[in-house]
């Protein structure tokens, strides 16, 4: 078993030339950064169904071993998942076509907690990105970037997550949680050629957005978006690699995600 899992490591450190080919078994350490499906999970104030998750069997068999099966439902959008560019995007990338190399690879967190819990309507700037480089060296290309704005801490809350207790079409005008600036979301698709987005919160887009415009120049540039992350406060400014693998849907716009991280050298 430690071999294959060392085997599955090194794989893994092939698929970018960043990361630190002294990545070994000993070496690695998984953080989840993802929330468990239950009947708790949140999703968009509007989606018609929850997550479902029914038992058709659970018990001891006429043969007298124990089994256990059960059918789930949810909503491709929801809980920590995935964004496929197709999902404000026409004719780009579906789940199922994401190519791995878009959905592993080297991260950063940029913790913008301070400015945001102090601001529920706050939006990630370049400045934000640019304080961040003073001390830690400009992003380098397909950099996978994830932005800390402490409200995993509020999931699954759903007032403190969201803003409003609401569901339904009227719960969107109360919405009110932090997001990346489109004009940021555009800097790091030009800029910094960055692999895929991410961050603790319901969407890459403020609370308030009409137009959902991070939304549609990240996937537009059919690069993957992470929503509902969890325990970025478990992780370092930079020095991680990232396992993100969706539910493989065929056409899918969107899917639950297991997303997780490991600590290799900082560059």
């Not at 078994?25 to 929330?35: A, P, Q, R, S």
């Not at 076509?97 to 913790?111: C, E, K, W």
């Not at 992470?226 to 970025?232: G, R, S, T, V």
């Not at 478990?234 to 990232?242: C, R, V």
């Amino acid at each position: 078993m430690k071999k294959i899992l060392f085997l599955f490591v090194a794989g893994l450190v092939g698929c970018s030339q960043h990361v630190n080919p002294a990545l070994s078994f000993n070496d690695v350490t998984w953080i989840d950064l993802g929330h468990s499906y239950d009947r708790s999970t949140l999703y968009w104030p509007n989606n018609i169904k929850g997550f479902e998750h029914v038992t058709e069997a659970a018990g001891k068999t006429a043969a007298g071993y124990y089994y256990s099966s059960y059918s789930i439902s949810t909503p491709e959008h929801g809980g920590t998942h995935l964004d496929a560019p197709i999902h404000f995007a026409e004719n780009k990338l579906t789940v199922d076509q994401l190519p791995l190399s878009r959905l592993t690879g080297n991260a950063v967190v940029i913790d913008v907690s301070r400015q945001a819990l102090g601001n529920r309507d706050y939006q990630v700037k370049i400045e934000d990105i640019e304080g961040w480089e003073k001390d830690n060296n400009t992003i380098p290309d397909n950099t996978i970037i994830l932005f800390r704005t402490g409200y995993e801490d509020f999931y699954p809350d759903r007032e403190k997550y969201f803003g409003t207790l609401k569901t339904g079409p009227e719960a969107i005008p109360e919405l009110h949680f932090p997001g990346i600036l489109p004009e940021t979301t555009d800097w790091l698709v030009k800029k910094r050629n960055i692999k895929a987005l991410g961050l603790d919160t319901p969407s890459m887009d403020y609370g308030q957005s009409k137009e959902f415009r991070t939304h549609q120049i990240l996937l537009g540039n059919n690069k993957p978006g992470f929503e509902n992350l969890a325990h970025l406060d478990k992780l370092p400014p930079k020095g991680i690699y990232i396992v993100a693998l969706p539910m493989k849907i065929a056409n899918g716009s969107g899917a639950p995600l297991r997303i997780i991280a490991t600590l290799t050298s900082p560059f």
